[in-house]
């Protein structure tokens, strides 16, 4: 698992950009001009928004996220660790594009094309 990864699966969803909005070497994804995803300038996971809080405290009582720093609680970062597979940072990504684009204007939704499967 990697930044690289991460820029893979990112760059395919419509609409997705990627800045760095507070430098040091942040990979910021955003749509809409919402950030959905963002890779710190360690590189040691991606920060991406859950549905909810209860389910940010799931997937980190469950081990499968931690606390995402200066972030809401509904946010986690999903660590570049040994047993976090190509599919489940795909989900989590996905998921979290899917929520932030929820929440854009129908006419930036409509302008923006299908929205992607959630794997």
């Known amino acids: 698992m990697s930044r690289d990864l991460v820029t893979a699966i990112c760059s395919r969803l419509p609409g997705a950009v990627v800045s760095d909005p507070w ?32 389910t940010a405290r799931l997937l980190i009582d469950l081990g499968a996220a931690v606390r995402a720093p200066y972030m809401h609680a509904s946010w986690v970062r999903a660590v570049f660790r ?31 094309g299908d929205l992607p499967p959630v794997a």
Do not use: N
């Open 23 to 54: 430098g040091g070497g942040h990979d910021c994804w955003k749509v809409g001009g919402k950030m959905f995803a963002c890779v710190g300038g360690y590189g040691d996971g991606v920060d991406v928004k859950c549905p909810d809080m209860d």
């Open 82 to 112: 040994e047993g976090l597979t190509e599919a489940d940072l795909q989900h989590r990504i996905v998921t979290s594009y899917r929520q932030i684009r929820a929440g854009l204007t129908r006419k930036v939704q409509a302008a923006l």
